[in-house]
C-alpha cells in the first residue's frame, strides 16, 4: 500500500496554476513584433523563439512521458516554425494536451520517481514543479526583451 505525503495543493490547482503561467507565457509571445520574436536577443542568449521551442519540446513530451512512464530522452522539436502564429498554435495545442494528459495522473503518481529525459531522477511532484519554472525563468528572459525593445510586457499577476 502506498502512502501519501501532506497534501498542500491539489493536482486541480497544480494545472491551474501552470496553465496560468502558460497563459501569460502565451501573451508574451503575442506581444513581440515578429521579426523580433526570431532575431533578437540580449547577451548572446537565445532569441524568444528559440526559448519558446525549448518549452514546447518540454510541457507535453515529458508529461507524456510520465503518464506512460516511458523515458525519451530530451529533443528539439523536428518541425521548423516560421511565423509567431504557428507557435502560437503549437502552444495552444501543447495547452490541451497537457490538460488531456494531466487527467490520466492519480494523487498517488506525484510522489513516483520518473527519470525525465533518461536525466533526472525525481518525484514526479518536483518534475511538474520544474516544468514551471523552467518556464517562468524563460518568460522572465522574454520580459528583458520586450523592454529592451521599447514594449511594455504583460503585467506578471495577470494569468
Do not use: C
Not at 7 to 17: A, W
Not at 108 to 125: C, K, V
Amino acid at each position: 500500500m502506498k502512502t501519501l505525503a501532506a497534501q498542500v495543493i491539489t493536482p486541480e490547482d497544480l494545472l491551474k496554476h501552470w496553465q496560468g503561467h502558460r497563459a501569460l507565457t502565451r501573451h508574451v509571445i503575442e506581444a513581440f513584433p515578429e521579426k523580433d520574436f526570431f532575431e533578437f536577443s540580449i547577451g548572446g542568449m537565445r532569441t524568444f523563439a528559440k526559448l519558446t521551442d525549448e518549452l514546447l519540446s518540454i510541457a507535453v513530451p515529458a508529461l507524456k512521458g510520465i503518464v506512460k512512464r516511458e523515458v525519451s530522452p530530451y529533443s528539439e522539436p523536428e518541425e521548423k516554425l516560421i511565423f509567431k502564429a504557428q507557435y502560437l498554435e503549437k502552444w495552444d495545442e501543447a495547452t490541451a494536451e497537457i490538460d488531456k494528459y494531466w487527467q490520466e495522473l492519480t494523487i498517488e503518481d506525484f510522489n513516483d520517481t520518473f527519470n525525465l529525459f533518461g536525466q533526472y531522477e525525481f518525484p514526479i511532484i518536483h518534475n511538474v514543479l520544474y516544468f514551471i519554472d523552467n518556464e517562468v525563468h524563460h518568460r522572465g528572459q522574454g520580459y528583458v526583451y520586450l523592454r529592451a525593445l521599447g514594449i511594455e510586457p504583460p503585467f506578471f499577476w495577470e494569468r
